[in-house]
T-cell receptor, first 109, second 114 residues
Framework: GIQVEQSPPDLILQEGANSTLRCNFSDSVNNLQWFHQNPWGQLINLFYIPSGTKQNGRLSATTVATERYSLLYISSSQTTDSGVYFCAVERRSNYQLIWGAGTKLIIKP | ETGVTQSPTHLIKTRGQQVTLRCSSQSGHNTVSWYQQALGQGPQFIFQYYREEENGRGNFPPRFSGLQFPNYSSELNVNALELDDSALYLC?????????????FGPGTRLLVL
């Protein structure tokens, strides 16, 4: 089956710093989503981005489908950005998301 | 617009017991997916329901079963609980057929099997 790898596994930054999270996937996909899971377990969808670039405030994402990777950019980090960021992909249109292991982000004040 | 809700929030069971977890999908959504998330790992797909029919299943044994009701709410049933079933169980709803099938997650049910 399709493999999803995220890097780095852990990231500790000071408030105000910028960061780039990466997601590599092993086969073509027709759906890629980025999620943020807060310390209480709630998963929030950040981007639906099978290809191209999207921006939402301080967050932006780029997926290069032909090269099988996606990047999530976080600018001017805030402590509320802390949590785990997951990339999830779907190979066929059956909504079975395959998840990476996540990047744990800690933003220090 | 009502978001995805799950009940109960926490649950403690003993090995061998049975458990039922419930999920109410977001208003207007017709598809519900269930995931198991062990501590420190990403979610694992259990199964998905679309219009009351199972629409796909991950690598979980038959003791994991589900239902979707006409109002698109859903249940996850687990029989003969094992210690390894301890996890956060997440439900996500989506609207099939619109092209951008974003999944929206509930807060989860934390299950502890002793």
């Amino acid at each position: 089956g399709i493999q999803v790898e995220q890097s780095p596994p852990d990231l500790i930054l000071q408030e105000g710093a910028n960061s780039t999270l990466r997601c590599n996937f092993s086969d073509s996909v027709n759906n890629l989503q980025w999620f943020h899971q807060n310390p209480w377990g709630q998963l929030i969808n950040l981007f639906y981005i099978p290809s191209g670039t999207k921006q939402n405030g301080r967050l932006s994402a780029t997926t290069v489908a032909t090269e099988r990777y996606s990047l999530l950019y976080i600018s001017s980090s805030q402590t509320t950005d802390s949590g785990v960021y997951f990339c999830a992909v779907e190979r066929r249109s059956n909504y079975q998301l395959i998840w990476g292991a996540g990047t744990k982000l800690i933003i220090k004040p | 617009e009502t978001g995805v809700t799950q009940s109960p929030t926490h649950l403690i069971k003993t090995r061998g017991q049975q458990v039922t977890l419930r999920c109410s999908s977001q208003s207007g959504h017709n598809t519900v997916s269930w995931y198991q998330q062990a501590l420190g790992q990403g979610p694992q797909f259990i199964f998905q329901y679309y219009r009351e029919e199972e629409n796909g299943r991950g690598n979980f044994p038959p003791r994991f079963s589900g239902l979707q009701f006409p109002n698109y709410s859903s249940e996850l049933n687990v029989n003969a609980l094992e210690l390894d079933d301890s996890a956060l169980y997440l439900c996500a709803s989506s609207l099939a057929g619109r092209g951008e099938e974003t999944q929206y997650f509930g807060p989860g049910t934390r299950l502890l099997v002793l």
